[in-house]
């Protein structure tokens, strides 16, 4: 659990990253092979929920809009909001905390485990650097993930409403314009780019710092998922006040 020691070793571990830096060369390496597992490795998955949660939303609004009153509309301009405010930043963050958590918490706590960090600092390395840095950097490249999901989530609520039959097209399509504030999408990236910040460091820092062997490793994989998943969702409801209250 996070004791307030915890809270300044996390601290400590975020100067260490940007202190000491390894080689140009060696880091850039190592960026690029993070982005690869972390970002590239992450899309898949991505696309498949960000499509089918867009089309529950649709399908649940239009089942919902039982007054023949209200506008088809009403469900294309549902589901832009309810995809690009909440469901691609925060709801993919939060599945990203389990799948891209907790291999950032087992592959550093397995060098934890086996002291190949150890080695690292005999051999006059920055560990924290080395292995902390690389992630942070590439999880900047988060927020073209999350861009994949909203146009993705968007595009299977168009699939489901147009398709399943609720409305057309083109009242689809007037919905998704209506009333558009291009502040909600400065939101949600703004969010973003904070929840990738959390994703790199919470799960690195739970790998770095555990003790024992290797069933601590799945341990600790379990702690730093769920409080990265908690910190998460009590930023995103920091940020919901201040940015749109």
């Known amino acids: 659990?996070?004791?307030?020691?915890?809270?300044?070793?996390?601290?400590?571990?975020?100067?260490?990253?940007?202190?000491?830096?390894?080689?140009?060369?060696?880091?850039?390496?190592?960026?690029?092979?993070?982005?690869?597992?972390?970002?590239?490795?992450?899309?898949?998955?991505?696309?498949?929920?960000?499509?089918?949660?867009?089309?529950?939303?649709?399908?649940?609004?239009?089942?919902?809009?039982?007054?023949?009153?209200?506008?088809?509309?009403?469900i294309g301009f549902a589901s832009r909001q309810s995809v690009i405010l909440e469901f691609a930043p925060t709801f993919i963050s939060v599945i990203m905390a389990g799948k891209v958590g907790s291999f950032i918490t087992s592959s550093i706590g397995t060098m934890r485990v086996t002291e190949q960090i150890d080695a690292l600092e005999v051999m006059g390395i920055n560990s924290v650097n080395y292995l902390v840095f690389p992630k942070i950097i590439a999880m900047f490249m988060y927020p073209f993930v999350i861009a994949i999901a909203m146009f993705t989530g968007i595009f299977g609520a168009y699939v489901a409403g147009v398709y399943?039959?609720?409305?057309?097209?083109?009242?689809?399509?007037?919905?998704?314009?209506?009333?558009?504030?291009?502040?909600?999408?400065?939101?949600?990236?703004?969010?973003?780019?904070?929840?990738?910040?959390l994703l790199a460091t919470i799960p690195s820092f739970h790998g770095y710092y555990m003790k024992g062997g290797a069933l601590e490793v799945g341990k600790a994989s379990t702690s730093a998922f769920v409080w990265t998943t908690v910190v998460i969702v009590i930023s995103n409801y920091v940020l919901t006040q201040l940015l749109l209250s």
Do not use: C, W
């Open 164 to 197: 399943g039959g609720f409305l057309s097209s083109s009242d689809f399509l007037t919905g998704l314009r209506e009333e558009f504030i291009p502040f909600h999408l400065v939101y949600a990236f703004m969010k973003t780019f904070l929840f990738a910040f």
């Open 1 to 74: 659990m996070f004791y307030l020691d915890d809270i300044g070793r996390y601290f400590l571990m975020l100067k260490a990253a940007f202190s000491r830096m390894t080689k140009g060369s060696v880091i850039r390496n190592l960026i690029l092979k993070e982005i690869d597992d972390l970002i590239i490795g992450s899309l898949g998955i991505t696309v498949f929920l960000a499509f089918f949660i867009g089309a529950v939303v649709a399908i649940q609004t239009a089942l919902n809009l039982t007054n023949p009153l209200i506008p088809k509309q009403l």
